[in-house]
């Protein structure tokens, strides 16, 4: 009776019904990582152990670079955790309302952070001034909101009125209140920062890797009434691809080998890993999956770097799939700096997403698009819509959708191919990134199975 009376006391104080200050779970069992989602980082970077007392806590390696979700979605809530640094400087984050993949060609997820650092107290200049990492608010990747006080440098971004964090080696408790839009964060029992009118305001809860050890335990949620009427969809994150799993782990090669599609390795080390990032030299062969899919949707971020095989003419192709000619019957031509790549689907080298800088852009599936023995409407379909490619040096995101013979391809966006059915393709297979003589480099390599929806 006296907890039911004064959890009546606490929410009449809050302005919230006493049956929500009921409702709070744990976020951590204390025994694995079940209700988490590992999206681009290594099975050894989030691991279940124990601290000196002998209390469960998840273990952050901070290797490499990225990001450990919620498996739910969530929109109002108070989380409460304790974390603890092992070195200083310490760098880590909290990221809420996140989305579940990371942006374009980088580790980090669409969403607010709240920040989980450690930094020496005589820090001064540029970092005392214009952030200072103990207990920060800011948005980061597409996110956006209102700081509680405005930041000298006009960012997005709210610096903590009171340093309260503790040192190395010392557990701190952070207590972040996410309702409508607002966010309050509390440090060892005192407010510090804050910030509203924020987008999205319904998304993932991330713990974050960033390049040394952290300790987190005690992780609980109180979810809050959701917003009436319910949030417009602009509000919410990419529920919708949640399903994506990482095939990459952002340290290693572990589940690909380079080599052909029946498993035959090839000596040499052209493909490599560094910064959450697959390197490619343009020497060697195609790296492939171990694994095969079946129907499938995929997400994969790639990269020209700065070095290409000459310069050469190639055609302009049509919306028909045909090569485009000029008033006197020859082919239109520009020239490019010779760059070329792809995506093999289904451990078949026909049914090639490719990547280049031809003037039609890059989701074309050359092998289809010049059968000859193809009706028009398929090697027509097999063209891409439009250009959507980055400029050469930045990231693009190919998003494809491969069920049964059909196949869609998003570049940075844009729908490029639609519905281009591929007769033959196989019914499953791996997946390849392309050797074609060109440097490139490929990082956020997600999928989702598809088979079972």
């Known amino acids: 009776m006296q907890t039911k009376i004064l959890a009546a006391t606490l929410a009449a104080l809050v302005g919230l019904p006493s049956t929500v200050l009921a409702q709070s779970v744990d976020l951590f069992n204390g025994s694995n990582l079940s209700g988490w989602v590992n999206v681009n980082t290594a099975p050894s970077t989030f691991t279940v152990a124990k601290d000196e007392s002998g209390s469960p806590i998840i273990r952050c390696s901070g290797v490499p670079t990225g990001i450990l979700r919620t498996e739910k979605a969530y929109e109002n809530f108070v989380l409460e955790f304790d974390w603890k640094h092992l070195s200083e400087p310490g760098n880590a984050g909290l990221f809420v309302w996140s989305d579940p993949y990371c942006a374009t060609g980088v580790p980090f997820s669409r969403s607010i952070e709240v920040q989980i650092m450690l930094t020496p107290d005589n820090i001064d200049g540029e970092g005392r001034t214009m952030y200072t990492g103990q207990g920060d608010i800011f948005s980061i990747w597409g996110a956006s909101m209102k700081p509680d006080r405005p930041h000298p440098g006009g960012w997005e971004r709210c610096l903590p009125s009171a340093r309260m964090t503790k040192g190395k080696g010392e557990w701190n408790h952070y207590k972040?209140?996410?309702?409508?839009?607002?966010?309050?964060?509390?440090?060892?029992?005192?407010?510090?920062?804050?910030?509203?009118?924020?987008?999205?305001?319904?998304?993932?809860?991330?713990?974050?890797?960033?390049?040394?050890?952290?300790?987190?335990?005690?992780?609980?949620?109180?979810?809050?009434?959701?917003?009436?009427?319910?949030?417009?969809?602009?509000?919410?994150?990419?529920?919708?691809?949640a399903g994506l799993r990482p095939i990459f782990n952002g340290l290693t090669l572990e589940g690909w080998h380079e080599g052909d599609?029946?498993?035959?390795?090839?000596?040499?080390?052209?493909?490599?890993?560094?910064?959450?990032?697959?390197?490619?030299?343009?020497?060697?062969?195609?790296?492939?999956?171990?694994?095969?899919?079946?129907?499938?949707?995929?997400?994969v971020?790639?990269?020209?770097?700065?070095?290409?095989?000459?310069?050469?003419?190639?055609?302009?192709?049509g919306l028909d799939g045909k090569t485009v000619k000029n008033p006197d019957g020859s082919d239109k031509v520009a020239e490019v700096e010779e760059?070329?790549?792809?995506i093999?689907?289904?451990?078949?080298?026909?049914?090639?997403?490719?990547?280049?800088?031809?003037p039609c852009g890059s989701g074309e599936v050359y092998g289809y698009r010049t059968d000859a023995a193809l009706p028009p409407e398929i090697r027509a379909a097999c063209a891409p819509r439009l250009n959507a490619d980055a400029p050469v040096g930045q990231w693009n995101r190919f998003r494809i959708r491969m069920i049964g013979e059909t196949l869609n391809v998003w570049l940075n966006g844009k729908h490029v191919l639609v519905d281009a059915r591929l007769p033959g393709v196989p019914k499953t297979g791996p997946i390849a990134l392309q050797c074609h003589g060109s440097p490139i480099e490929f990082t956020n390599v997600m999928v989702e199975s598809l088979d079972s929806k």
């Open 301 to 317: 971020d790639w990269r020209w770097t700065g070095e290409h095989q000459g310069k050469m003419n190639r055609p302009y192709i």
């Open 176 to 241: 972040v209140t996410c309702n409508k839009g607002v966010i309050k964060l509390a440090v060892n029992g005192t407010e510090v920062s804050g910030c509203s009118e924020v987008t999205p305001r319904k998304g993932f809860i991330c713990l974050e890797s960033e390049g040394t050890e952290i300790w987190f335990k005690n992780l609980k949620i109180t979810e809050l009434p959701a917003a009436e009427p319910a949030l417009a969809p602009e509000m919410v994150c990419d529920l919708a691809r």
């Open 344 to 358: 093999y689907l289904r451990g078949n080298s026909k049914s090639q997403v490719n990547m280049w800088v031809w």
């Open 261 to 299: 599609v029946n498993g035959n390795t090839a000596a040499g080390e052209h493909w490599s890993v560094g910064g959450n990032v697959i390197h490619f030299d343009g020497k060697g062969r195609d790296l492939w999956t171990n694994e095969s899919f079946g129907d499938f949707e995929m997400q």
């Open 339 to 342: 760059r070329d790549s792809g």
